[in-house]
């Protein structure tokens, strides 16, 4: 079983950054294709982006592609989510989710974290 867990969200103003981290537990983080999706209110949860094994490819959804960048740190089993130039609309609760494959698709992923909350003020 794989246990994740979010940490790192909190209240910014539009123009800001956060580091939202996500912590592996359970089983090798190296074996897993790590995505990062969000869910505003109201909304489908939505994918932001994913990162390969070795973290040689990476994938961003178009709204947040040159903001946002998603990196791994295999040895300490965490991956990271750097937000910069935030916008209100980037108000979301989001998930690291892992899973086996590439996808975009959230059904495709196998297991999730709780969530942290992320809100950005105009």
């Known amino acids: 079983q794989v246990q994740l867990v979010e940490s790192g969200g909190g209240l910014v103003q539009a123009g800001g950054s956060l580091r939202l981290s996500c912590a592996v537990s359970?089983?090798?983080?190296?074996?897993?294709?790590m995505g990062w999706f969000r869910q505003a209110p109201g909304k489908e949860r939505e994918f932001v982006g994913a990162?390969?094994?070795?973290?040689?490819?990476?994938d961003y959804a178009d709204s947040v592609k040159c903001r946002f960048t998603i990196s791994r740190d295999n040895a300490k089993n965490t991956v990271y989510l750097q937000m910069n130039s935030l916008k209100p609309e980037d108000t979301a609760v989001y998930y690291c989710?892992?899973?086996?494959?590439?996808?975009?698709?959230?059904?495709?992923?196998?297991?999730w974290g709780q969530g942290t909350q992320v809100t950005v003020s105009s």
């Open positions: 990162i390969s094994v070795s973290g040689a490819l990476r």
């Open positions: 359970g089983r090798t983080l190296s074996t897993y294709t």
């Open positions: 989710a892992a899973n086996r494959g590439w996808y975009r698709d959230q059904y495709k992923y196998d297991y």
